[in-house]
């Protein structure tokens, strides 16, 4: 997304910003500019915009508004504004323009933005804009595409700075003056041997505090840490968390270095990951559209798989129901509280599930940790089983006049339930990881059904053998 992702331009001036309250008056402001065909006044104001909110503005209008203000824009700026849309409105742009725009667009983006547009079209467009790119641009997204997705090495741009190290400091600036405007960022600079192996880093403050003939290898870090291009895009979050960088290298096999990620990718790649684990665990099927603007059809197919097999799975609790229908007619004050229960259940292995596929996540949970797990929720799930037994208890001999043997029946339910879904609720997820499975899966409503299911068979058996039914 331009220098150091925030584009080239907020290095040259300070821009006005549109927060959100004033986004509309602006998006009339310039819709009226485009109606009475002041295109200079309006070329004028997009001009002392950031791009982002460039980018925001044309998404509020009409296809053929946006479309007439993106011609507007110098064609600079426009790569810049185009590398923030959404990616439906980039393939309504880039179908729209002509072959030589269109070329001179992908040409101006960076390669793994270039790369995220192509993923997303049709092949044949695909192959005309690749065509029509220069030599350079095709053969960096080449690259890009020839990794497994949500790669390290699918989401890196090859746009960096690379220095040898035997160059003097003044000879590395003039190096960053001439390639440093296509670089996706200049505050990291690495240095490389012949063999383009990775044996450094310098930090462009560095570079500025030190004498000009100083050399590059007399400067630099050697103690460079780096990701390879085959690691999984959440690891590589994890890398950035770990160590607070702002951009890391990335290196094949050989330790040769192909690409660099910077902390922009990985604010996107923390989005996506945290969306998809919502909607799992929320049983939908994971996807990359913004809910306006994904259609019914789409939704129900993401919807209704999940729905189907939780389905097919609540009816071992209508059969545990039906095999104690003689108890439950024999003491139908038991039935009432059911949901009760089952509610409870699903709820308390919820709150394990969310807490353990967060450390999970966040790598603060291994798998081998699970003993230390189980033991802790059983602690957690005895003292909150003891707390909902006192008060349930107190309800229920209270307020519903319950007899005291149905009441202790409720309760001792009540704590053994809480005790399987929160050992449930942990287990679960960590299964689901060790076994190569995403821990979101293992969410509420997988985690409910089971629970429901167990917890009437706990109830159903309590019942028949302390009252006798």
Same mark, same amino acid.
Request: proline content about 3%; glycine content about 4%; overall charge negative.
């Given at each position: +997304?331009?220098?150091?992702?925030? !584009? ?28 009475? @065909? ?8 997009? $001009? ?6 460039? =980018?925001?503005? +044309?998404?509020? +209008? ?47 983006? +960076? ?9 997303? /079209?049709?092949?044949?467009?695909? @192959? ?40 003097? *400091? ?18 990291? %600079? ?21 004498? =000009? ?28 968390? &770990?160590?607070?960088?702002?951009? #890391?290298? *990335? ?28 909607? #799992? $665990? ?6 990359? &559209? ?40 024999? %003491? ?9 229960? /089952?509610?409870? !259940? ?26 230390? *797990?189980?033991? @802790? ?6 003292? %909150? !089983? ?5 008060? %349930?208890? =107190? ?8 007899? #005291? ?19 449930? !609720? ?7 990881? &060790? ?6 899966? #293992? ?27």
């Amino acid at each position: +997304m331009g220098i150091s992702g925030i !584009g080239a331009r907020g290095y040259l001036a300070a821009e006005r910003t549109v927060n959100s309250m004033d986004l509309e008056n602006k998006v009339e402001e310039l819709r009226e500019l485009l109606d009475t @065909k002041q295109y200079t006044g309006l070329r004028q104001e997009l $001009m002392e915009l950031n791009e982002a909110d460039i =980018a925001a503005i +044309m998404e509020e +209008m009409e296809d053929k508004e946006m479309l007439k203000i993106f011609r507007i824009l110098p064609k600079d700026l426009a790569a810049d504004v185009f590398s923030y849309m959404e990616v439906e409105n980039q393939q309504f742009i880039i179908t729209s323009l002509s072959e030589r725009d269109a070329a001179n667009i992908i040409d101006n983006l +960076m390669a793994d933005d270039a790369t995220d547009l192509l993923e997303e /079209m049709p092949a044949n467009v695909v @192959k005309k804009l690749l065509s029509l790119a220069s030599p350079e641009t095709r053969r960096d997204i080449n690259q890009l595409l020839r990794y497994p997705e949500d790669s390290a090495g699918s989401i890196m741009t090859v746009e960096f700075v690379d220095l040898k190290e035997n160059l003097t *400091v003044a000879n590395a600036i003039e190096r960053i003056r001439n390639v440093g405007v296509d670089s996706e960022t200049i505050n990291i %600079c690495y240095v490389l041997d012949s063999r383009r192996t990775l044996i450094g880093t310098v930090a462009l403050r560095y570079l500025l505090l030190s004498d =000009a003939d100083e050399i590059i290898g007399d400067i630099m870090n050697e103690n460079v840490i780096s990701i390879n291009t085959m690691m999984d895009q959440e690891e590589v979050a994890r890398q950035f968390q &770990k160590y607070d960088f702002t951009a #890391m290298p *990335v290196v094949d096999q050989e330790n040769r270095l192909v690409g660099i990620i910077t902390v922009d990718d990985i604010v996107d790649i923390l989005t996506q990951e945290a969306t998809e684990d919502i909607e #799992m $665990m929320a049983a939908i099927l994971p996807t990359d &559209k913004p809910y306006m603007k994904t259609g019914v059809w789409e939704t129900w197919m993401k919807r209704i798989p999940w729905l189907l097999l939780l389905m097919v799975s609540s009816t071992f609790t209508e059969r545990i129901i039906s095999s104690a229908e003689d108890a439950l007619s024999a %003491c139908v004050v038991l039935t009432a509280y059911i949901p009760m229960l /089952m509610g409870t !259940g699903g709820n308390a292995g919820g709150q394990s599930s969310g807490t353990i596929i967060r450390g999970l996540s966040l790598n603060e949970i291994e798998f081998k940790d699970m003993f230390k *797990v189980i033991w @802790k929720e059983i602690r957690v799930a005895f003292l %909150c !089983g003891l707390s909902l037994f006192v008060v %349930c208890f =107190a309800k229920l001999m209270l307020f519903d006049k319950v007899g #005291m043997s149905i009441a202790v029946v409720i309760c001792i339910t009540l704590v053994c339930t809480l005790l399987i879904a929160k050992t449930v !609720g942990s287990v679960l997820p960590m299964l689901a990881q &060790k076994i190569g499975l995403d821990p979101a899966v #293992m969410a509420s409503p997988f985690i409910t059904t089971i629970v429901d299911a167990l917890s009437l068979i706990i109830y159903f058996n309590v019942a028949m053998n302390l009252l006798g039914l």
